[in-house]
């Protein structure tokens, strides 16, 4: 299974962008997804989670900043990132699991990243 995540690039504060994870090669639908972020120097932390049950998580650091939406049936999912901040930049990486339930986000597929930069 690889997931690939696009949309990111550079962008000025209180900016926007939207990532995009897509799934492929998985014979099983993916029932949850989430992004995850690693700044230089920074342990990689959790932005948003969704599964296919309707239960979202967000960091509080980007609660009412950040949107997660998954389509599902498709293995795809987004996270739309508005009033962009510097401490937003990093390398965004989607993550995505066959079950709904994720314990500590052993999630079973990773991208490989898309890089964020924000510019103050």
């Known amino acids: 299974v690889q997931l690939q995540a696009s949309g990111g690039g550079l962008v000025q504060a209180g900016g926007s962008l939207r990532l995009s994870c897509k799934a492929s090669?998985?014979?099983?639908?993916?029932?949850?997804m989430a992004w995850y972020r690693q700044a230089p120097g920074k342990p990689r932390e959790l932005v948003a989670s969704i599964n296919s049950g309707g239960q979202i998580n967000y960091a509080d650091s980007v609660k009412g900043r950040f949107t997660i939406s998954g389509q599902f049936s498709a293995n795809t999912g987004y996270l739309q990132m508005n009033s962009l901040k510097p401490e937003d930049t990093g390398v965004y990486h989607c993550?995505?699991?066959?079950?709904?339930?994720?314990?500590?986000?052993?999630?079973?597929?990773w991208g490989q990243g898309t890089l964020v930069t924000v510019s103050s």
């Open positions: 090669g998985s014979p099983f639908t993916i029932a949850a």
């Open positions: 993550a995505g699991n066959p079950g709904t339930i994720v314990r500590g986000g052993n999630y079973a597929y």
